[in-house]
Nanobody
Framework: DVQLQASGGGLVQAGGSLRLSCATS????????IAWYRQVPGKEREGISCRSNDDGNTIHADSVKGRFTISNDNSKNTAHLQMTSLKPEDTAVYYC????????????????????????WGQGTLVTVSS
């Protein structure tokens, strides 16, 4: 069975850092793009960061660029989202997702929008940033 297990969320003060992890199993980790989404209650889910399998490049929405980084630990089939300089507006439930090859997003107006769907999803981890 395919599984994505997101973890690492919690409560942090503004300006602080957190590292989210996405432990995966059941598929060939190296053949898939890993993306991170977040969702605030009452708002649509937003793709914020992704590492493409096609070229290894990472992309970030304007809202997190320069503050968030993605890394993959291929030996553990785990992806990480390192979040620094956190702001109260980063408060959301964060999800990891996987799809073959590229990120499948289109960039418009500082944000990314899905062009292709993601095959596998993790359960989400809550990040709360206090002011």
């Amino acid at each position: 069975d395919v599984q994505l297990q997101a973890s690492g969320g919690g409560l942090v003060q503004a300006g602080g850092s957190l590292r989210l992890s996405c432990a995966t199993s059941g598929f060939t980790f190296g053949d898939y793009a890993i993306a991170w989404y977040r969702q605030v209650p009452g708002k649509e889910r937003e793709g914020i960061s992704c590492r493409s399998n096609d070229d290894g490049n990472t992309i970030h929405a304007d809202s997190v660029k320069g503050r968030f980084t993605i890394s993959n630990d291929n030996s553990k089939n785990t992806a990480h989202l390192q979040m620094t300089s956190l702001k109260p507006e980063d408060t959301a439930v964060y999800y990891c997702a996987a799809r073959p090859h590229g990120c499948g997003w289109v960039y418009y107006g500082g944000r990314f929008y899905d062009v292709d769907s993601y095959e596998f999803w993790g359960q989400g981890t809550l990040v709360t940033v206090s002011s």
